[in-house]
């Protein structure tokens, strides 16, 4: 992790175990480029997290907020640079009686946002993760597209997509057949 990193920390045993502790976060440009470092992104050019950690039963804490940002990626096409805007909800709940399943095999649980309960929640680590899965997977600058690559040795004709559908022969042997008839 990149020391200029965004961090708030919230210590569980030192929250109110009544009502809900609300943050804001507002990060800096050094913490927005040291976070376009750790994502592996052009940049960040904003970056706010807003919410609320609150008790939920005996024993177990929610965390909700909304993640605003504003971030550069390169084109998967061109390279060029592609501006994304992201609004995002987030929410964990941190679950005291959650134990990580010990099979090799395991089915993904329904609730994907529960995790085990920490002594100390860092909101901002919690806020780069949900930047990072938000991002678009394979962000395009208007107009730009993916080309095909055909590729074939010498004296073959190389496939298309198109050839690889399950019916596309068929034309051409209806087509063969109707000349024949």
Not at 11 to 35: H, I, V, W, Y
Not at 88 to 110: C, G, H, K, N
Not at 145 to 152: M, N, P, R
Request: charged residues 30%; glycine residues 6%.
């Amino acid at each position: 992790m990149t020391s200029d990193l965004p961090t708030h920390v919230l210590q569980l045993s030192q929250l109110r175990n009544r009502r809900g502790t609300a943050f804001d976060l507002e990060t800096t440009p050094a913490e927005r480029a040291a976070t376009a470092r750790e994502l592996d992104i052009v940049a960040v050019k904003k970056l706010t997290f807003v919410g609320e950690i609150a008790p939920e039963g005996r024993a177990d804490w929610r965390l909700t907020g909304t993640l605003g940002a504003t971030v550069v990626q390169s084109c998967v096409a061109t390279l060029e640079p592609v501006t994304t805007r992201i609004d995002e909800s987030v929410l964990r709940t941190y679950a005291a009686d959650f134990e990580f399943p010990e099979a090799s095999e395991t089915e993904m649980p329904e609730d994907d946002t529960i995790e085990p309960l920490p002594a100390a929640v860092d909101v901002a680590q919690v806020m780069i993760e949900a930047l990072s899965l938000a991002l678009p997977a394979f962000p395009r600058a208007e107009g730009a597209e993916v080309g095909q690559v055909l590729a074939a040795e010498d004296g073959v004709d190389p496939m298309t997509d198109e050839d690889v559908k399950p019916f596309a022969g068929l034309g051409a042997l209806r087509d063969r057949l109707a000349k024949d008839d």
